[in-house]
């Protein structure tokens, strides 16, 4: 963990009024840092409208100024929020295979690429590194609960980590969880690029810009359509 991982930058612009302020009242009534974040995602479940995007650069208090994004620009405002709250943050780089997408887009499904960029939260809280899938709890602890695994249909996955296990690191099964086939999402990661300290160092190395031909199509086809929120 460095200072890099509290800066703000071009996407975490933290320190403008939008995120700052948002950050301090939420701050006030939760102390620690885990409540920190569940209460910030919270915020930004209720007052987000959950859309079809695939700008990746869009700077955070724009993003809630706006009060719409996409799953990983959501992603990105809790990030934002959290280093506003003096938590460090980082991204991995996760590729996923396209198809990972086609229950989301079934539209395009002929028409998504072999892998795709998927830059993947994670916090510095009570000293290690916490993936975003375990914002609200262990996975093993959600593992208890939940009906099924991840399947991209239905909430998205900034939503559904509330309830739900998300585990692309295949953590479940490295802790000897008894249901770790039901929810293991490891057969959709192409490759796991390594942690970088922000979104915009990831964005450096790896270039998330679509082809013009493929943003065309999504536009036209998903571009700013709201996702829905129900259940699988």
Same mark, same amino acid.
């Given at each position: 963990?460095?200072?890099?991982?509290?800066?703000?930058?071009?996407?975490l612009?933290?320190?403008?009024?939008e995120?700052?302020?948002t950050?301090?009242?939420?701050?006030?009534?939760?102390?620690?840092p885990?409540?920190?974040?569940?209460?910030?995602? &919270?915020?930004?479940?209720?007052?987000? $409208?959950?859309?079809y995007?695939?700008? @990746?650069?869009?700077p955070?208090?724009?993003?809630? $100024?706006?009060?719409?994004?996409?799953?990983?620009?959501?992603?990105?405002?809790?990030?934002?929020?959290?280093?506003?709250?003096?938590?460090p943050t980082?991204?991995?780089?996760?590729?996923?295979?396209?198809?990972?997408?086609?229950? &989301? #887009?079934?539209?395009l499904?002929?028409?998504?690429?072999?892998?795709?960029?998927?830059?993947?939260?994670?916090?510095?809280?009570?000293?290690?590194?916490?993936?975003?899938?375990?914002?609200? +709890?262990?996975?093993?602890?959600?593992?208890?609960?939940?009906?099924?695994?991840?399947?991209?249909?239905?909430?998205?996955?900034?939503? +559904?980590?509330?309830?739900?296990?998300?585990?692309?690191?295949?953590?479940?099964?490295r802790?000897?969880?008894?249901?770790?086939?039901?929810?293991?999402?490891?057969? *959709?990661?192409?490759?796991?690029a390594g942690? *970088?300290?922000? =979104?915009?160092?990831?964005? @450096?190395?790896?270039?998330?810009? &679509?082809? =013009?031909?493929? =943003?065309?199509?999504?536009? #036209?086809?998903?571009?700013?359509?709201?996702? &829905?929120?129900?259940?699988?």
């Amino acid at each position: 963990m460095s200072s890099a991982n509290l800066a703000p930058t071009a996407i975490l612009d933290h320190t403008s009024p939008e995120v700052a302020q948002t950050a301090a009242r939420l701050g006030a009534a939760s102390p620690s840092p885990r409540e920190f974040l569940r209460a910030a995602h &919270r915020h930004i479940t209720s007052v987000m $409208r959950p859309v079809y995007s695939v700008e @990746e650069r869009y700077p955070v208090s724009r993003l809630l $100024r706006e009060a719409r994004g996409s799953c990983s620009q959501r992603m990105a405002c809790l990030e934002g929020l959290a280093r506003a709250q003096g938590i460090p943050t980082r991204v991995r780089a996760l590729f996923l295979k396209g198809h990972f997408w086609a229950p &989301r #887009l079934p539209l395009l499904s002929r028409f998504l690429p072999e892998r795709s960029l998927m830059p993947w939260p994670q916090f510095f809280v009570d000293g290690d590194w916490t993936g975003f899938e375990e914002t609200f +709890a262990p996975l093993a602890e959600l593992a208890l609960t939940a009906r099924h695994r991840f399947t991209n249909r239905g909430v998205s996955m900034f939503d +559904a980590v509330e309830s739900t296990p998300v585990d692309f690191f295949g953590a479940l099964r490295r802790g000897g969880d008894p249901r770790a086939a039901d929810f293991d999402l490891t057969e *959709f990661v192409v490759e796991d690029a390594g942690a *970088f300290d922000s =979104r915009d160092q990831l964005f @450096e190395r790896f270039n998330p810009d &679509r082809s =013009r031909m493929g =943003r065309v199509l999504f536009d #036209l086809v998903y571009g700013g359509r709201p996702i &829905r929120r129900e259940p699988d």
